[in-house]
């Protein structure tokens, strides 16, 4: 074995043993009456969240001919969750019902298949270069993926307003401790221009992933699009802002939805974002989230909104939601040096320490013009962390795309809108400009919020 490989497969180890303490960190905060609940059908128990994650990477183990003789008491019949090759799957909703296995089994499994993986990523039967090289690594980004998915889950089985005191707090938020360095020489120049907007310009664009590391396959291949010239909001549009959306009237007026979203607007009554509530007595709006029942801030990026909502704010605002490209230009392109970056920042990989990620450990919103440092070349702020930001484009492959894991991101290409971005609850090494995640638009228990683009 080379010392590259050999370095290689060190880190993939240990970036596995990481993920795997993450996971148990969040889980491990839960209650075990917590731990079993579904709280709601598009949901999972987390429970499930903790052994579906170890399901897939056994899945991957045999793939590559690993033989894994588990204990009778652990079924894993329940824990497929769309892979229409591993045969029976159980449907979303029914996954509440199913205790087993148990909590205790769940771990169990967890430590059994840990040991499998490190047991394949030392026989020196992988190759950096190999497909199990990759199904690893995008195993591991997988139980990454489930983490932000299970605070999905959290946020919403805890932070209604059935009781206002019943609330999960997580052990391990910290208070917001972000850096407030100055603005870059050109950030500082763009700030100026169209006060909360700044033009880019347009032209031949390269859309997707630059580099020769990990992505998921939808980033992929890195193709041109053409772009005019545009602008682009600064800041992810906030409370504050939607505030004064509502307060003229934006839930009431059909001329600014889209017509599937007006029909959900009456049906399911919208007047505000997920968790929000008109507090009579307080005569304000209130946000029910990790931090307790608190006054809404008007300087947080609004959060929990779907891709209607989105799309009527632009439109009321005489804007509209920005492209992928657009999004992505913004973000990526230093116009200076006629090159992108992996980060709006550069490619500084210490994610957390230019944008509110996971790791922060904040699990909410941070206010906008806290994380000065993270600018893009063009001036926009907060593209990383935060909250996964609504575009226009309709998820679909790029082309030329080649599956590298069937049913993982090909099969879903169909009525999602894409979001870009990352929030608070995605992990430091799954968020960079070309992560495109997907929704449908009107889903809204995602840390979802969006910022605003014009034509220039």
């Not at 043993?17 to 993450?22: L, M, N, P």
């Not at 989230?289 to 704010?313: C, H, I, M, Q, W």
């Not at 998820?395 to 069937?406: C, T």
């Not at 809204?444 to 969006?450: A, D, K, N, P, Q």
Request: neutral net charge; proline residues 5%.
């Amino acid at each position: 074995m080379t010392q590259v490989l050999q370095d290689s497969l060190e880190s993939l180890t240990k970036e596995f043993k990481s993920t795997r303490r993450t996971t148990l960190n969040i889980f491990s905060q839960l209650k075990h009456e917590d731990a079993v609940i579904q709280a709601s059908d598009f949901g999972s128990p987390p429970n499930w969240h903790l052994a579906h994650v170890s399901w897939f990477y056994q899945k991957v183990l045999e793939k590559y001919g690993v033989k894994i003789t588990l204990p009778k008491e652990i079924n894993l019949a329940y824990l497929n969750s769309y892979y229409q090759k591993y045969d029976f799957i159980l449907s979303k909703p029914e996954r509440g019902r199913f205790p087993r296995p148990t909590i205790r089994q769940t771990l169990q499994y967890r430590s059994l298949i840990d040991k499998e993986v490190v047991r394949f990523l030392k026989s020196g039967n992988i190759n950096y270069r190999d497909d199990a090289y990759y199904d690893i690594k995008l195993a591991n980004q997988h139980e990454m993926q489930h983490q932000e998915l299970l605070i999905y889950d959290l946020q919403y089985y805890f932070n209604r307003f059935i009781d206002p005191d019943d609330n999960f707090q997580p052990s391990i938020m910290q208070p917001v401790e972000a850096p407030q360095t100055d603005l870059p020489k050109e950030s500082a120049k763009a700030h100026k221009l169209h006060h909360s907007m700044v033009e880019i310009p347009g032209g031949i664009y390269n859309l997707g992933y630059p580099g020769d590391q990990f992505c998921y396959d939808n980033e992929l291949p890195e193709h041109k699009v053409y772009l005019e010239n545009y602008l682009i909001d600064i800041y992810p549009v906030t409370n504050g802002d939607f505030l004064r959306f509502i307060d003229h009237g934006g839930y009431e007026d059909f001329n600014l939805w889209l017509a599937d979203g007006w029909d959900l607007v009456r049906e399911q009554q919208w007047k505000a974002p997920l968790f929000w509530n008109y507090e009579k007595g307080e005569r304000c709006w209130m946000k029910k989230d990790f931090r307790g029942k608190t006054k809404l801030d008007p300087k947080e990026p609004v959060v929990n909104v779907s891709f209607y909502e989105a799309s009527a704010y632009a439109r009321w605002a005489g804007k509209r939601l920005p492209t992928e490209a657009e999004w992505e230009k913004a973000a990526s392109w230093n116009e200076k040096l006629q090159r992108k970056f992996l980060y709006p920042w550069g490619e500084d990989m210490d994610v957390h320490k230019y944008a509110n990620v996971l790791e922060s450990n904040i699990w909410a919103p941070t206010r906008i013009g806290t994380y000065k440092q993270g600018g893009s070349y063009f001036g926009c702020f907060q593209m990383i962390g935060d909250v996964w930001e609504w575009t226009s484009s309709e998820y679909s492959l790029y082309p030329r795309f080649r599956s590298k894991f069937s049913e993982y991101t090909d099969k879903w290409s169909i009525n999602q809108k894409v979001l870009r971005g990352g929030s608070f609850a995605t992990p430091c090494l799954q968020i960079r400009n070309s992560y495109r995640n997907y929704f449908r638009p009107n889903e809204r228990i995602l840390f979802s919020g969006f910022r605003c683009a014009a034509d220039a």
